[in-house]
C-alpha cells in the first residue's frame, strides 16, 4: 500500500503552563498541570515527553510519536498524522498550523493546561466542498501491559500483551424504553458507555469530556499499538454551522491508580459542578400510575415523585413533588380503515396523511410536522410501523429553534395554570416518557445543530443522531423549569445517554426492583 502524499502546516494552540526548553530535536513546549501531569511537544508536534508526579510513561522508542490522528472513513482505516510547525508567542501559547492536501483539510488544536487537568480542543475543516466522513482520534503511547483498564467502577480488566480494551455500544434509533427493546441497536456510530475511562498502573490517566457538548466518541487502550486513545466521528457537510466543520473538546487527567474509575469520577464531579447541581429537595420513592390517595397509609412509603400527576393537589398535601407528561419517544398515529392483524402494508402516503393528521390534532398544525420531521435514508419524511400506542410513530427533531421545538417551549406556562385551574394543586415539574431519538439525514436541519453530524458509511452521506437534538431541548426546558423552581424527570434514563443527565433531576424507569449498577 503506498502512503497517501500530504503536506502539512497545522495549527495548534497550547495556552498552558508552558516551559520551554532545547533538546536534540530543538525546542520543546511542555504543557503541564500543577498535580504533576506533563505533556511536551517538539515543533513538528511530536510527542516528545509523557510523565505523571515524575514518573515516565513515553520510552525512548516512542519519542516522536504523533498524537493526533485523522481517518478518513471513504479512503479506508488508517490514521494519518497531524504534524506542523510550532511558534511560542510572548503570552505563553503555542500555535502549530497544519493542511492536509491529500485529504483535503485543515486541522487545528488548542491544548490547555489548569491546575488538575490538559483540555484538548480539536478542529477540523473541509477545502474540498464535499461531504466528509472522519474519525478523529487522540492516542498516547503508553506501554500498559499488566495495567487495568476500567469499564465502569465496579469493573476492571487486566491489560494483555494483545487485544483491544474499550466500553462502548451501538447507537440506537429509538428510545431506551421497553417498548423498543425489540430494535436493534445500529451498525454506525460507537459510542462510549461513560463520559470518563481510565487506565491504571503505577500511575493513573483519565480521559473525558465535556457533557453539554454531546459527540459520538469512544475511549480504550489498544495494547497491540500500545496506544491508550479518544475516537470521535464526525462529519463534515457544507450545510453545518460552521459550514464543513466540526470541533471536539476533551480532557486528559491523573487519577488515582488504587481507587481507579471512582477517582476520575470524583475528580469530573469536582471540576465540573455545573453538571450536577441538586435540584431536588426532597428524595424518596416513584409512583407511577396510581393515585397516591387509593393507598391506604402512602406517607409509610415514602414517596417523593408521582408520575402523570393525576391529583396534585392531593400530592401537595403528602408532600410529594407531581410531575405531568411533557413528551414522548415520538408522535403515534392510527390509520383509518386499517387492520394490522389482516390488512396489506399500507401505503406512504397513507401513513403521511395519517401522521400529518394527527399533528393537526395535537398541535392545531401539520405543517410543524413537515417542519420538524426526521428525513429517512431515502429523504422521505421519516414514518416507521409500531406495534404499540398506535400503527406508526413518527420521531421529530426538537431543538428549540424548529417549530415543534418551540410549540412544545410555548406550551409550559399554559400546563402549570391550567392544573392550577382545573387540578387544584401545583404542578412541580415535567417528566419525559423517554425521549425522541432517531437518525435524521434531512440537511436542512443541519444549521441548527449545535453538535456535528456522523457517517452512513453504507449510504456514503452524513446525518444527525437526532437524540442530541433532544438533549438540547431537554437543555432549554431545564433552565426554565430550574429558574421557576420546578424539575424534570425521565423514564428510560438508564440505558440513555448521559449527555441528557444535567437536565434531568430524577432519573430512572419503570422497573423492577433489581436494577444491575452498571445502568446507573
Given at each position: 500500500m503506498t502512503s497517501t502524499p500530504?503536506?502539512?502546516?497545522?495549527?495548534?494552540?497550547?495556552?498552558?503552563?508552558?516551559?520551554?526548553?532545547?533538546?536534540?530535536?530543538?525546542?520543546?513546549?511542555?504543557?503541564?498541570?500543577?498535580?504533576?501531569?506533563r505533556v511536551a511537544l517538539a515543533k513538528g508536534g511530536t510527542l516528545q515527553q509523557l510523565s505523571v508526579a515524575g514518573e515516565n510513561l513515553l520510552p525512548g522508542e516512542l519519542v516522536g510519536f504523533q498524537p493526533v490522528g485523522i481517518c478518513d472513513?471513504?479512503?479506508?482505516?488508517?490514521?494519518?498524522p497531524v504534524s506542523g510547525t510550532a511558534v511560542q508567542e510572548v503570552a505563553g501559547a503555542v500555535l502549530q498550523e497544519s493542511e492536509l492536501d491529500g485529504l483535503s483539510l485543515r486541522v487545528a488544536a488548542r491544548f490547555e493546561g489548569t491546575d488538575e487537568l490538559v483540555k484538548v480542543k480539536v478542529r477540523v475543516s473541509d477545502t474540498s466542498g464535499k461531504d466528509r466522513g472522519l474519525l478523529v482520534r487522540f492516542a498516547?503511547?503508553?506501554?500498559?501491559?499488566?495495567?487495568?483498564?476500567?469499564?465502569?467502577?465496579?469493573?476492571?480488566?487486566?491489560?494483555?500483551?494483545?487485544?483491544?480494551?474499550?466500553?462502548?455500544?451501538?447507537?440506537?434509533?429509538?428510545?431506551?424504553?421497553?417498548?423498543?427493546?425489540?430494535?436493534?441497536?445500529?451498525?454506525?456510530?460507537?459510542?462510549?458507555?461513560?463520559?470518563?475511562?481510565?487506565?491504571t498502573g503505577p500511575v493513573g490517566l483519565c480521559y473525558a469530556v465535556p457533557l453539554d457538548q454531546p459527540r459520538i466518541f469512544r475511549t480504550g487502550y489498544d495494547a497491540d499499538e500500545k496506544l491508550f486513545y479518544i475516537v470521535s466521528d464526525a462529519a463534515l457537510a457544507p450545510e453545518t454551522d460552521p459550514p464543513s466543520a466540526a470541533e471536539l473538546t476533551f480532557y486528559l487527567y491523573r487519577c488515582d491508580s488504587d481507587w481507579g474509575m471512582r477517582s476520575a469520577l470524583d475528580r469530573y464531579y469536582r471540576l465540573f459542578p455545573q453538571f450536577f447541581t441538586k435540584h431536588v429537595e426532597k428524595e424518596g420513592m416513584w409512583m407511577a400510575f396510581s393515585k397516591l390517595s387509593e393507598l391506604d397509609n402512602a406517607n409509610e412509603f415514602r414517596f417523593a415523585?408521582?408520575?402523570?400527576?393525576?391529583?396534585?393537589?392531593?400530592?401537595?398535601?403528602?408532600?410529594?413533588?407531581?410531575?405531568?407528561?411533557?413528551?414522548?419517544?415520538?408522535?403515534?398515529?392510527?390509520?383509518?380503515?386499517?387492520?394490522?392483524?389482516?390488512?396489506?402494508?399500507?401505503?406512504?402516503?397513507?401513513?403521511?396523511?395519517a401522521m400529518r393528521a394527527q399533528f393537526k390534532r395535537t398541535t392545531g398544525s401539520a405543517e410543524i410536522f413537515d417542519a420538524s420531521a426526521l428525513d429517512d435514508a431515502q429523504e422521505r419524511l421519516s414514518i416507521k410501523r409500531t406495534a404499540v400506542y398506535g400503527h406508526i410513530i413518527a420521531q421529530y427533531n426538537l431543538d428549540p429553534q424548529l417549530p415543534y421545538g418551540k410549540h412544545m417551549l410555548e406550551r409550559i406556562p399554559g400546563v402549570f395554570q391550567s392544573y392550577r385551574e382545573k387540578r387544584g394543586g401545583e404542578l412541580d415539574g415535567f417528566y419525559y416518557?423517554?425521549?425522541?431519538?432517531?437518525?435524521?439525514?434531512r440537511r436542512e436541519h443541519f444549521p441548527y445543530a449545535g453538535y456535528p453530524p456522523i457517517w452512513d458509511s453504507a449510504r456514503g452521506k452524513p446525518f444527525l443522531y437526532n437524540y442530541f437534538s433532544s438533549v438540547?431541548?431537554?437543555?432549554?426546558?431545564?433552565?426554565?423549569?430550574?429558574?421557576?423552581?420546578?424539575?424534570?424527570?425521565?423514564?428510560?434514563?438508564?440505558?440513555?445517554?448521559?449527555?441528557?443527565?444535567?437536565?434531568?433531576?430524577?432519573?430512572?424507569?419503570?422497573?423492577?426492583?433489581?436494577?444491575?449498577?452498571?445502568?446507573?
Open positions: 500530504w503536506r502539512l502546516r497545522v495549527l495548534l494552540l497550547l495556552t498552558a503552563t508552558v516551559l520551554t526548553g532545547t533538546n536534540a530535536v530543538g525546542q520543546e513546549m511542555t504543557v503541564a498541570t500543577k498535580d504533576g501531569l472513513v471513504t479512503l479506508g482505516p488508517q490514521f494519518v498516547l503511547p503508553i506501554p500498559a501491559q499488566g495495567w487495568h483498564w476500567w469499564d465502569d467502577v465496579d469493573s476492571r480488566r487486566e491489560i494483555a500483551a494483545s487485544g483491544t480494551y474499550e466500553n462502548s455500544k451501538g447507537i440506537r434509533e429509538f428510545a431506551a424504553l421497553p417498548e423498543w427493546r425489540d430494535k436493534p441497536v445500529l451498525n454506525m456510530g460507537s459510542h462510549a458507555v461513560n463520559f470518563c475511562s481510565a487506565i415523585f408521582q408520575e402523570g400527576a393525576p391529583e396534585p393537589g392531593y400530592d401537595d398535601r403528602l408532600g410529594v413533588d407531581s410531575l405531568t407528561y411533557f413528551t414522548h419517544a415520538g408522535m403515534f398515529a392510527n390509520i383509518a380503515d386499517y387492520n394490522p392483524e389482516t390488512g396489506p402494508e399500507p401505503s406512504y402516503e397513507r401513513q403521511l396523511a416518557d423517554g425521549i425522541t431519538t432517531g437518525i435524521n439525514y438540547e431541548f431537554a437543555k432549554e426546558v431545564a433552565e426554565r423549569l430550574h429558574a421557576e423552581g420546578k424539575i424534570t424527570m425521565m423514564n428510560g434514563a438508564m440505558g440513555s445517554s448521559f449527555y441528557t443527565a444535567p437536565y434531568l433531576d430524577v432519573m430512572g424507569a419503570e422497573t423492577g426492583l433489581r436494577i444491575n449498577r452498571t445502568s446507573f
